[in-house]
């Protein structure tokens, strides 16, 4: 297809603007002007939409088909929260820091408290803030505050240290990295969890924090978690929660509960709001009562009479992670899905996920090596092991799904499983979906021993075949010239 | 069970499943998790039907006041937006896809944040540019941190004149490292280059600035382009795009790092986000860029495809070494900000550029007619600038929020001293009507 | 000319194709048109910009008074319709395709109007159905014309109990030909059987009925159907299909033509439209059906597609012989209504319909409490009632608009003597509050 | 694809519903209750979003690529006018009809009225009734109004036809036919117009109207369609004007103008509402100043404060075409439209939409055989004759474009061109698109010389090929069983 910029005709005009109703200015002096207008597009209406409808039908979608993409919680976006969200669309964010400002937006100021509340139950946190922008941004800001919390007892400089296991997301170390620590990377045991041993011995009292999502990347559930954190505490370091996986564990175990003294949660993954091709998402951080002082600010603080309002002295805070108030009009649509599925909904959500995700591990379990074979939760991690004795790899079994008409699972991460195929189908797909893909999965391990070249040469449906990726970063066009 | 949201099982099929996984039970599935550590309490109230929740939603919304008439600005513009934004932006193809990780099912998403990035770059005159950051105030600190990188040192100089949220979100990030960020105090509203002058020496390994500042004056940074490169540092601008339809580019002054928030660029208010931030820079220096970065290639038949290239540069491959943590990126509404750009196009971004500079003129010398009114004189402005009152701005304000009309951002509590001084920001979107009812409500509330 | 909405081309690109056709003006290629035949005058105002013209449409909509608590049917519902109907309705491949005469490329449209056939037939009970008409009056009137057909004769007779703006509708569309159509005055809102039984002979092609009827009540057609069919008339009822999640169908009854609005499936108020009209009956009389009918058929590979089909009935081929003269139809408020039932299944609305005369039914049982408020018995009623008011509705109704609430439909204009009765709906979006504000308001109203 | 109803899973929910607030009420008696619930769809949410999502795929549209669909003029819907209309969902039509209820429809009932008058200065009509569904409906409504007019005059009986010439469209005559009217047809003349001898011939005092449109459908302007009329009103008929074709015309002539007493513009062609697969449309009908005591009830009128009113006493009017007020949302959009555009932006659109047709018709005319050479308005029409000799029909060139990627003109219409290629291109499209249909329709010529059968067998892109229409029509499987 056409770049945009290829269908550009000189002097032609899209959206039209209002005629102006003040007089013109005089003009500015020369060395703050441009000296020639950015060569932007230059299309008629019709043909811009024309040209992103056609972009938009070269992308596969959850909309369209399966999307069992390990580690990102595809599940379906409900229409009624991008209504919902919209409701908010013409309201300032300065408003509310304006003085008297607060009292025209006790409806936003307000969803977002609650929405901290709920978030605090589900996670067993004592308090959240919602201005981290995504689930790293929350790491990064999670992290900070652990380093703020061991500044304010004198152990800034002593704190030198995040351990992290090696099924950890790349996020995770560099996160703490960004915040100024070292990582040290314990491996995983052969029972699919962090080694504990290991651990052990990494633990000393220079170590600041210890990041772990549990149930892990390979989608178990870490039965040693609270000796885990026992250990780390018995160091002074402070438990962080990687909370992209809490979709596997809701109503039924609480971080909080567990040790975890910092959670982020990726309202993008299992809330249900879209993920939008790689963003917005959003990354609301909970706390322990004991780091709640050095929380982000503005904090919103509810009075005694039920009003909302915004706490920003200069105290311990570590200050402002995000401009304004955090990614709200996603946090609109994860208000909204949690009140509409309530309780039971969610504790729903949580029990189906892991059923989905333990059925697809039985039915595919004699087909694909699973490096780790136990009960699962909300995904399962395949290695394409038996498929590379005949030379196909996982990216092979991927690029055959596409051709399928499928979305094909995480093949890079994690990293510590070889040929990794790595499974999340939530909890919102229905069974005829799951076996269809399960027929096809068992297809694609037929045909790696039958014509391995099949899954060579794929996908050969899709408008592109494989692409040369040496050349892309060699050549570095990452800007169309002329 | 059945009539939970988005939970299709049957009771029938989840036996089936059940049985095809060989355990009686669902709950047995979570057998994994020692019962000690079960949740004890779980106080959500009970669900809703989505009739309900839309309704819930809409009460909630209309506890915010609405159908203000705006004079704010602050980092988030109320810029028109054409329907056609958020008719293509919501293809479900675009919204509902994660990043593209395979290419071959993803060129939708590719190929518009390709022509993305090359927006950006030629709004700013940049060469690179990635696939977006967070917002604006991010964008600034990844800035900040890729000089660190760059120049291996560990001093980065901000000028006060940058908006103090983008300013407190980089001392946020940077608050753990062994960095140095020093701030140089606003002089008459403009970046005071004496002071930054005797600052500047080898340690530093970047200079912050926007344009236009948060008191909306419109700066020529070139000579300090000079100055700052002269020692092998690095000059940082953060801008306001739709003012580049105007305004001279960063790659016009020698700017080596660009960023910026893309809210006005065809992304709603929405109470602050989301929003995106973006980046762009020398060619140099694209290996340092944060975030993803979307590349043009081939496939075997040689057809022009895209991909996320340079990814050695990120997270999911160099782990704690990557330029930086991002992950997810704010995807969609840089898409929203071509569309925009693409719609708006060409000629249409400097009309609208002019008709912001025009209104905020006619603006200017309206309230300047109000007895004890005067206007910061420092430099020349854009859409945004700052006034002087007799009275306290917050008070004014205060009184004018009660009357539907938000008057504009009080300076008071950004910079001491500067109690009476009030930023107001005049987008295309203010009619001449809105604004004679501004001065005129304004006069009211100052002559008082 | 540049700026001019819609019209892309550019100066230079006119001129290219003004050569090319060898012409000097565009102006030139009029010359067809005589000059004393040219407009002489052209009053519109000046065009607007995208963003003024949402604006005053947005003023225009805020001339209508809004959040009103309504209780009126009369043709009209206000049901739920789940967010999915405009999210997928909305999808630009169906909204702006046009009829699918190339099948080929046009299977989502023709498979969604299958389907939506299906959804008639199986609601109905009846065998086929085509892919809509305009509303549920004119379906009243294609149904009329279709028995006229059928049977050959030339006499309607209609009940009075039918909703009167399609008894209008019928009677224009059957104005100028030379067929006698009779009325029926109700009987305690219901069909005079009696009358009707001294005028059923074998001059009568059809007798049409409603269910529920204009007055809410509930009615068994069956044995009318069988005292019909011994005159080889036809029976024609008209039907409500959200009552049908509970009511018996007219397949069930033994009607042979079935028609409706569809309105209540899916579709917006709107003040008034679009909706649509649908249209289904016995297999046998297919050939005589009005509109468009998507069929199954396969390709040459055997895949199964779908094509419009029997289309020797139609405008376009038959022309004057058609059964109808319809074209263009209401194809995308069929599809709204197939997503609407979609979306809602099977059990869903039979709830939905449970709800609606849960709440009607309560909603009668207070108003009854009312002094001097008693309801019409003769019949059971599904989510629509009459009550008797002891003054005249109208002032009644009135006064409850003054407190936003729409009470329902004063009979007084359409049936004489009614003046004092009212008929109320409630569906299932009126909450108990509102139904209790109703009876309260309405006990105030009329003990005044 | 699967139907819907082939994913139904017995006892699958979709949308949930609001627990009821009041008590179940008692049983309706058996006779008055279905015995079981109709068998709808029960699929969840996220398949019922694929099912459709992925349907719309199947369906070329406008917004996906041109349309050249002659005699549709199928033109850019912009997407502000979607927007607009939605501002209107709210408000029940009854409302206005209550007692009191007009004050508070004052918006919807001031934009019909508002519409009614823009309508009538393009048209050169006095009133226009908005109340029309579509243009057929707008066609009869206008014939029975003629109909009521002679009847008025004591003619009823005695006018008996109605005169249509053989290009016109179907509705035009079977809309006379519905409302009972005998149909005379005049042929055309080697000019492309009505032959006027004929036309004289058949004109009697019994004829009650003539209906045209014009341009016709062969996109020419009559030259004679002054004396026409002069002719028709001489035997007390009145002129008809279809007017489907107005978007060749605006501001340049106006049928009122030329002798015509009765119109129906499609405002889902020439005022940019979406087509929507085949509707809804909207035909508002225009009229002369005699034809007003006839139109239908209730009629919106303005009084002496400009207040609007309903008026709807039993007078000479036809009553109801409508139970409302017509689609309004729809013309809401072309209210929308049609105020947008402004006066100097319909005149361009008609210049510019002619400029395309005859740019189209340049280009291709020493491709294919076009019966009319000569200036053409705002359509052209071609014969595949040429082709034919090759054994390739105007179906054929239709397949082929749409493996090109096109959707064909019309091929079926009018019924005078044999072979008929039907091509409106709209002003919407720009040079670029219009090229390289223009190319497409040149390759389809040469490949119906050197390889015919490659358009036998078109089209091979889409989801299925040609279909057995016969079949169809045969076993008339229109709803499915089980
Ligand atoms: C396990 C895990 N942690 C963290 C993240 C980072 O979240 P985000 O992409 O929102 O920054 C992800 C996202 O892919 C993840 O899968
Ligand atoms: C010339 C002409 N007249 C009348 C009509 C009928 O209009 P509608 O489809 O809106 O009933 C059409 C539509 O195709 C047409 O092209």
Chains 1, 4 share one sequence.
Do not use: W
């Amino acid at each position: 297809m056409q770049l945009i910029y290829e269908q550009s005709v000189n002097g032609r005009r899209g959206v039209r603007l209002p005629v102006s109703d003040v007089p013109a200015a005089a003009e500015l002096p020369g060395n703050l002007l441009r000296r020639e207008s950015a060569a932007l597009p230059e299309v008629a209406e019709l043909d811009l939409v024309r040209h992103f409808t056609n972009l938009s039908r070269r992308n596969y979608s959850l909309d369209t088909n399966f999307y069992p993409l390990g580690s990102c919680t595809m599940k379906y976006n409900a229409k009624v929260l991008e209504n919902a969200a919209a409701l908010f669309a013409p309201f300032h964010p300065m408003t509310a820091l304006l003085p008297g400002g607060v009292e025209l937006c006790q409806g936003s100021l307000g969803m977002l408290y609650d929405l901290g509340q709920m978030l605090a139950d589900i996670t067993g946190m004592d308090e959240v803030t919602t201005q981290p922008l995504a689930g790293a941004h929350g790491e990064m800001t999670g992290i900070l505050l652990i380093a703020a919390y061991h500044a304010s007892r004198g152990n800034k400089d002593k704190k030198k240290y995040v351990v992290v296991p090696d099924s950890s997301h790349g996020t995770n170390p560099a996160s703490a990295a960004i915040a100024g620590y070292e990582i040290i990377t314990v491996p995983t045991a052969p029972y699919g969890d962090m080694d504990i041993e290991l651990f052990k011995k990494a633990m000393t009292d220079e170590v600041a924090a210890v990041m772990m999502t549990c149930p892990n990347t390979l989608g178990l559930f870490n039965p040693h978690i609270k000796e885990i954190s026992d250990i780390a505490h018995s160091h002074d370091a402070l438990m962080y929660y990687d909370g992209a996986n809490l979709n596997a564990i809701m109503g039924k175990v609480k971080p909080g509960d567990v040790g975890f003294d910092v959670i982020h949660v990726n309202l993008h993954k299992t809330f249900g709001t879209p993920h939008g091709g790689g963003g917005p998402g959003s990354g609301p951080v909970g706390v322990k009562k004991a780091l709640i002082p050095f929380l982000p600010q503005p904090r919103i603080v509810m009075n005694d009479d039920g009003q909302f309002l915004l706490e920003d002295q200069k105290t311990a805070s570590i200050g402002r992670t995000a401009n304004f108030f955090g990614n709200f009009s996603v946090m609109a649509k994860a208000y909204a899905y949690i009140i509409m599925l309530g309780r039971e909904g969610l504790i729903r959500v949580s029990e189906q996920a892991v059923l989905n995700a333990n059925y697809i591990k039985e039915r595919l379990k004699t087909y694909y090596d699973l490096p780790y074979d136990m009960t699962c939760m909300h995904e399962c991690v395949f290695s394409a092991s038996k498929q590379l004795e005949h030379g196909v790899h996982a990216i092979d079994v991927a690029k055959f799904l596409i051709d399928k008409g499928y979305h094909p699972p995480t093949v890079y991460f994690p990293l510590i499983v070889k040929e990794a195929i790595m499974i999340e189908p939530t909890e919102t797909e229905s069974k005829a979906t799951l076996d269809a893909f399960i027929d096809v999965m068992i297809e694609a391990a037929i045909t790696a021993e039958t014509n391995p070249h099949l899954l060579h040469d794929a996908p050969v449906t899709t408008p592109v075949g494989r692409l040369d990726e040496t050349k892309a970063a060699r050549e570095q066009n990452v800007c169309c010239i002329g | 069970m059945n009539d939970s949201h988005y939970c299709p099982h049957t009771p029938e099929e989840i036996q089936e499943m059940l049985s095809a996984i060989g355990v009686a039970s669902v709950e047995e599935l979570f057998s994994p998790i020692p019962s000690e550590l079960r949740a004890k309490t779980f106080n959500l109230p009970p669900g809703l039907s989505e009739f309900e929740t839309f309704d819930k939603m809409k009460s909630i919304a209309a506890d915010n006041r609405g159908g203000m008439s705006g004079f704010v600005g602050g980092g988030f513009y109320d810029h028109i937006i054409p329907a056609a934004v958020d008719h293509l932006s919501g293809r479900a193809e675009f919204y509902t896809a994660y990043t593209p990780y395979q290419p071959e099912c993803s060129q939708g998403t590719l190929q518009a944040l390709f022509e993305y990035q090359t927006a950006i770059c030629r709004l700013t005159g940049m060469d690179v540019s990635n696939a977006s950051l967070y917002d604006g105030g991010t964008a600034c600190a990844e800035a900040a941190m890729m000089a660190l990188r760059i120049t291996g040192r560990n001093k980065i100089i901000v000028d006060g004149c940058v908006n103090p949220f983008s300013r407190q979100v980089l001392k946020t990030y940077l608050y753990n490292l062994d960095v140095e960020v020093v701030e140089i105090a606003p002089l008459d509203g403009l970046l005071n280059r004496e002071e930054l002058a005797g600052m500047l020496d080898e340690s530093v390994a970047a200079v912050l600035v926007q344009n236009p500042n948060f008191f909306g004056c419109v700066d020529d940074f070139s000579a300090l382009a000079q100055q700052v490169h002269a020692l092998d540092a690095l000059l940082i601008a953060s801008v306001y795009p739709i003012s580049l339809g105007l305004l001279a580019t960063p790659g016009e002054m020698g700017v080596d790092i660009t960023v910026g928030d893309g809210q006005s660029l065809g992304n709603p208010l929405s109470f602050g986000g989301p929003s995106f931030g973006f980046i762009a820079a020398r060619k140099a220096f694209i290996r340092n860029m944060p975030g993803r970065i979307i590349g043009e290639t081939v496939d075997k038949q040689g057809r022009r495809g895209f991909v996320l290239t340079l990814q050695a540069r990120e997270q999911h491959i160099k782990r704690h070494k990557a330029t930086s943590n991002i992950c997810s990126n704010q995807g969609l509404c840089a898409l929203r900000g071509l569309i925009f750009l693409s719609a708006i196009g060409r000629q249409g971004l400097v009309d609208m550029a002019r008709m912001n500079r025009d209104k905020a003129e006619y603006a200017k010398s309206q309230l300047v007619g109000i007895p004890g009114v005067t206007v910061l004189q420092s430099a020349a402005t854009f859409n945004e600038f700052t006034i002087f009152l007799p009275k306290p701005a917050d008070g004014v304000v205060a009184a004018l929020l009660r009357k539907d009309i938000i008057a504009g951002v009080p300076l008071g509590q950004y910079y001491q001293g500067s109690e009476n001084c009030l930023v107001v920001t005049v987008t295309e979107k203010r009619s001449r009507k809105e604004i004679d009812r501004l001065v005129k409500e304004l006069e009211v509330a100052v002559c008082n």
